[in-house]
């Protein structure tokens, strides 16, 4: 079966910058129509949906917070109800709660486990109620969820843990149907969140073989990989990109 790019439509979660962001720009030049959804980077969305349209292809941004249950679910069926149908949903957003274990407060964790394991779930459940044979199912995780080379990361490694789980999972129970589900496990990466010349960034680069932080592009292009051709029959599989950081 050749996997028909044309025409499809992707959803990326957390879709207005960094990782999510190359994603949808990457899916466009496939020439995927892309929704994403953000939560406050108005302007950078706009770039984004202006990016996806230079491109030829159609771009929706949604506003929606991935700790809101309603909003996660609201984001899938607007793509639906917009876009006409949906094929690709990448699980990118994330939040990141960090420190040691006795300063995570309640609030902090119950946003992580909401953001990064809840609205994994919430959004695949909504999304495979329309996805046919060929749909393709890809979570942003990341590397500390297979090690942990230093402290203060004990409620985010949980969190992404989990959703290592939900992917094997949903890989066997979606095989049947067609429907692929894959975890990409980013290591360092020059974002926002992890940039490359943070205070910490000597310390995560000296763990890295390559020497060097990914860019958001080597993840997209994975993600491309996934849901075109190559992806046919990779399914349940949890791919590091992380310059031989976990090797």
Same mark, same amino acid.
Do not use: N
């Given at each position: 079966m050749t996997v028909r790019l044309a025409n499809r439509v992707a959803l990326v979660t957390g879709g207005s910058r960094g990782i999510g962001a190359a994603v949808a720009r990457r899916l466009a030049e496939d020439g995927i129509h892309v929704a994403f959804t953000y939560r406050t980077a108005e302007d950078n969305a706009k770039s984004v949906v202006a990016d996806?349209?230079?491109?030829?292809?159609?771009?929706?941004?949604?506003?929606?917070?991935?700790?809101?249950?309603?909003?996660?679910?609201?984001?899938?069926?607007?793509?639906?109800?917009?876009?006409?149908?949906?094929d690709i949903l990448v699980n990118n957003a994330g939040v990141f709660a960090g420190g040691p274990i006795e300063s995570v407060s309640l609030d902090d964790l119950d946003r992580a486990v909401a953001v990064n394991v809840r609205g994994v779930f919430l959004a695949t459940q909504a999304a495979v109620r329309h996805m046919g044979e060929g749909g393709r199912i890809v979570n942003i995780g990341s590397s500390f969820a297979s090690r942990v080379p230093a402290p203060g990361v004990s409620a985010y490694a949980m969190t992404k843990s989990a959703v290592n789980g939900l992917t094997r999972a949903l890989a066997r129970e979606l095989g049947p149907r067609g429907i692929t589900v894959n975890l990409i496990l980013p290591g360092s990466t020059d974002t926002n969140m992890n940039p490359a010349d943070s205070a910490?960034?000597? +310390?995560?680069? &000296? %763990?890295?073989?390559?020497?060097?932080?990914?860019?958001?592009?080597?993840?997209? +292009?994975?993600? &491309? %990989?996934?849901?075109?051709?190559?992806?046919q029959h990779i399914s349940g599989a949890s791919i590091a990109i992380d310059g031989g950081a976990t090797a």
């Open positions: 996806i349209e230079a491109c030829g292809r159609t771009g929706l941004s949604i506003r929606a917070d991935s700790a809101d249950a309603a909003a996660v679910v609201g984001a899938v069926e607007q793509t639906v109800a917009k876009l006409g149908r949906l910490s960034a000597d +310390a995560q680069r &000296s %763990h890295i073989a390559l020497g060097r932080y990914a860019a958001p592009a080597d993840v997209a +292009a994975t993600v &491309s %990989h996934l849901v075109g051709d190559g992806g």
